[in-house]
């Protein structure tokens, strides 16, 4: 059973306050209610608690407030020493709660008996360092499970270039189905198992299939197996994908574990008529009514601890508070159809090249919006917004970083939420593991579950034993 946080006697609190924190005014504005950009348009800084706004004004700059919050998230108690004195107590109370609601990041150190897995040099060459670390430790994970539970095949869903079905198949012994959407990545796939001297249909069988979670691929699966026990895994299932595993996980009498992490969660669709599998998936968290908006489910995209306090003048804070003076200048001006305003935001074709200036972004924007300088907007108006806003350069930076800050509450509301839905079908064991080192990974959590043993299945009851 997944253990929730410290403070948390059982999941149903545990979820219950994760879905109030989530749904306060506060949460919803920062998770994309007010967007950055729109900051200035809609003065998001003014709709933030006045203790809190008048404490960072007060900083000698943004970057305090931003290195202050960043440090925040940490857990271990030495971290408070580096708190920044004079918080306002609400805000101390806010940081709290999103330490405690946010699920445990620190990589799960596995005893030494447990045996490495080692990547064939063939594949780990073909790797960048992280992928490399993953894979050996997803892998490593993986194979403890299936020779500690008697399985012999792995399903590898979203497999793309086949790091890790090929590692298991090559290092572990484990015939594997490696799945993915993309006939290039399976033929990827299918050259580097070649290369790692592994037999098509023998030791992996590669299958191009682009996977919603149906019947029929179910059965494609459950004629594979022949009868033998088989663990679901995905490394970095995207958006939706991930869930629709978790289903097939439930539906393929042969899968009796399922080990999957997501990541790219702005992918995931929502529940809505014509998604009625979207998120949440399960029914505790449908029940409670949990409702993530597009725009904070790509909150839990970020990576805060790679976060670097950024002065407003670097690339990337200049980025933000140019696109906030820009959208705020066009907004005024109303130069850009209702659509193109509201509905979609525009690619605005931006290159590292155009932050050397307001003056060199705007004109880029504006030739990417089919909008003419001098007629729609002209230098003048350019000018005169970048020093109207100057001096609010800080309010972007410290938005922004506020947005960084729920990602890992949004990420635990995602990941409980297939905890649940395993839990709900009958699985147990069901948990959420942070498989890799969160600071190089930080889409580490696996979420993991076993089916229990049903009395009346002769199969699953005899590979039990
Ligand atoms: C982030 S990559 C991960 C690849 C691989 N597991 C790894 O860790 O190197 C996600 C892969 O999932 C595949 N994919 C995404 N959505 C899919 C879907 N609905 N069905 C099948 N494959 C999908 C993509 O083509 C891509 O190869």
């Not at 958006?239 to 999957?260: C, D, K, N, Q, W």
């Not at 066009?330 to 200036?357: C, E, F, M, N």
């Not at 004109?363 to 100057?390: C, P």
Request: hydrophobic share 40%; glycine share 6%.
């Amino acid at each position: 059973m997944v253990n929730p946080p410290s403070g948390y006697a059982d999941i149903h609190t545990y979820a219950k306050d994760l879905i109030a924190f989530l749904h306060e005014p506060l949460s919803v504005q920062i998770t994309g209610g007010i967007h950055v950009n729109d900051a200035f348009i809609y003065n998001a800084w003014s709709k933030l608690p006045a203790a809190w706004t008048k404490w960072w004004d007060s900083l000698p700059s943004p970057q305090h407030a931003q290195k202050d919050l960043i440090n925040s998230l940490r857990n271990e108690p030495s971290a408070r020493l580096d708190d920044l004195p004079g918080r306002p107590e609400s805000l101390q109370q806010w940081l709290q709660r999103i330490r405690t609601l946010s699920l445990e990041r620190e990589q799960l150190v596995l005893p030494a008996c447990i045996p490495e897995v080692r990547v064939p040099e063939v594949l780990a060459q073909k790797m960048v360092t992280k992928k490399l670390a993953e894979v050996k430790a997803g892998a490593r994970y993986i194979n403890h499970i299936c020779k500690t539970q008697n399985i012999t095949r792995v399903i590898d869903i979203g497999s793309g270039q086949g790091y890790l079905s090929l590692t298991l198949a090559a290092a572990c012994g484990l015939k594997v189905l490696a799945i993915d959407g993309s006939a290039s990545q399976i033929q990827g796939s299918k050259a580097a198992a070649r290369q790692a001297g592994l037999k098509e249909d023998e030791d992996v069988t590669h299958l191009v299939r682009y996977v919603t979670g149906t019947d029929e691929l179910a059965e494609e699966i459950s004629a594979w197996a022949q009868g033998e026990r088989c663990l679901l895994a995905g490394l970095h299932a995207c958006g939706s994908l991930s869930e629709h595993m978790l289903r097939l996980s439930t539906l393929v009498p042969e899968i009796s574990h399922a080990a999957v992490v997501g990541c790219c969660f702005n992918h995931i669709k929502p529940l809505s008529v014509s998604h009625p599998d979207g998120f949440p998936i399960s029914t505790f968290m449908r029940e409670n009514e949990l409702k993530l908006s597009p725009s904070a489910l790509v909150t839990g995209c970020q990576a805060p601890t790679n976060w670097p306090p950024q002065p407003p003048n670097s690339v990337f804070g200049r980025k933000a508070f140019y696109r906030a003076v820009l959208e705020k200048l066009l907004h005024d001006k109303q130069v850009l159809a209702l659509g193109q305003q509201q509905q979609q935001r525009p690619v605005w074709g931006i290159r590292t090249g155009d932050l050397a200036s307001f003056y060199a972004y705007t004109s880029r924007a504006l030739s990417s919006l089919n909008l003419t300088l001098g007629k729609d907007v002209t230098e003048e108006e350019i000018a005169g917004y970048e020093r109207r806003f100057e001096k609010r350069k800080g309010e972007i930076a410290v938005l922004q970083t506020l947005s960084v800050l729920l990602c890992r509450v949004v990420e635990s509301v995602i990941a409980i939420d297939r905890v649940m839905f395993l839990e709900e079908r009958g699985m147990e064991e069901v948990d959420v593991v942070p498989v890799f080192e969160y600071k190089e990974s930080p889409r580490n959590l696996m979420v993991v579950g076993r089916k229990k043993c049903r009395e009346n299945s002769i199969l699953e009851c005899w590979l039990e034993r």
